[in-house]
């Protein structure tokens, strides 16, 4: 596996690992186990997280 491969399978990873959390934020809230102040904190934390992760992927896929 070349340089540029193990950046891509990097940014997959980060992508999966924000569609997972969004989903599980979900999945909480429909089942009554968050409540509106709860699911909207975890979707800022998700949300703040997975900025975050567009700049880490930015800065390793032009390098």
Same mark, same amino acid.
Do not use: C, P
């Given at each position: 596996?070349?340089? +540029? @491969? +193990?950046?891509?399978?990097?940014?997959?990873?980060?992508?999966?690992? =924000?569609?997972?959390?969004?989903?599980?934020?979900?999945?909480?809230?429909?089942?009554?186990?968050?409540?509106?102040? =709860?699911?909207?904190?975890?979707?800022?934390?998700?949300?703040?997280?997975?900025?975050?992760?567009?700049?880490?992927?930015?800065?390793?896929?032009? @390098?």
């Amino acid at each position: 596996m070349d340089k +540029k @491969q +193990k950046k891509e399978k990097i940014v997959m990873k980060s992508v999966a690992n =924000e569609s997972i959390l969004m989903f599980f934020n979900d999945y909480l809230y429909k089942n009554n186990l968050l409540s509106d102040e =709860e699911r909207e904190k975890m979707a800022v934390s998700i949300a703040l997280n997975a900025d975050a992760y567009g700049s880490a992927k930015r800065d390793i896929l032009h @390098q």
